[in-house]
């Protein structure tokens, strides 16, 4: 069985490699242990040690302890009394309250994208289907991760609404840790989803576009529940 530990030094690597970036130290230690939250190397329930984490880190414990404070601010990790901090385990309302959002706001920024797209983005989003397809064959996590965003935010970037964009932010790294426990599974039809997507916003039809977008997310949201309550054992 692979654990959290073992993960560590693969796909968790690059993100302590985030502490040779030019920020400063306590910024540094937040945006790896975010990063290996959000991307479920350490999973939901992982007990965080202040000592540990300094050791993987090679950094003091305070820049841990100040990161692990605001990553309970975040909701990412909760403390529990006594016991320590524990990676936050996401319950069935607080996926359907952000995926609630989701809906409005990316059925919309389809809606409008589709007129406002450039002939560039309409090719870049061609291109990204092409390597989705090839990541769903691989079953690569990671990449597909990265790929969904990069479709899903060049959609968002087309709607050319700043404030939706600045909404959307907010909520992204929440919608990536949630999805990455399902992105293998729900990959195929999720990228059968995104060709719908793509169809819509080249023939310049905004209600399409925005129904597709719609179904797409909701679709998404609801085997994240699915998977938690299989989990939960309900």
């Not at 064959?137 to 404030?163: I, M, W």
Request: aromatic share 4%; glycine share 8%.
């Amino acid at each position: 069985m692979v654990t959290a530990e073992d993960t560590i030094g693969g796909a968790g690597a690059s993100a302590f490699g985030l502490l040779a970036a030019a920020q400063p130290l306590r910024e540094r230690v937040y945006d790896a242990l975010e990063e290996i939250i959000v991307d479920g190397i350490f999973p939901p329930g992982f007990h965080l040690r202040e000592d540990d984490l300094a050791k993987r880190l090679g950094v003091s414990r305070n820049p841990v302890r100040e990161a692990l404070q605001r990553l309970v601010h975040d909701g990412l990790v909760d403390h529990r009394p006594g016991k320590g901090v524990f990676v936050h385990e996401p319950s069935l309302r607080e996926v359907e309250e952000v995926f609630h959002v989701r809906v409005l706001l990316e059925s919309e920024s389809a809606r409008l994208a589709a007129g406002r797209i450039s002939a560039e983005d309409l090719d870049q989003l061609e291109e990204l289907l092409r390597l989705g397809a090839a990541a769903v064959e691989a079953k690569d996590a990671t990449l597909l991760l990265e790929l969904n965003e990069r479709f899903h935010n060049t959609v968002l970037a087309a709607s050319d609404n700043s404030v939706m964009a600045k909404m959307m932010v907010s909520l992204q790294r929440r919608i990536r840790w949630y999805f990455s426990r399902v992105v293998v599974t729900r990959s195929v039809g999720s990228w059968g989803q995104h060709t719908e997507i793509l169809e819509a916003l080249r023939a310049g039809d905004g209600e399409a576009a925005a129904r597709h977008m719609a179904d797409h997310v909701r679709q998404t949201g609801q085997t994240i529940r699915d998977s938690l309550s299989a989990a939960a054992g309900v």
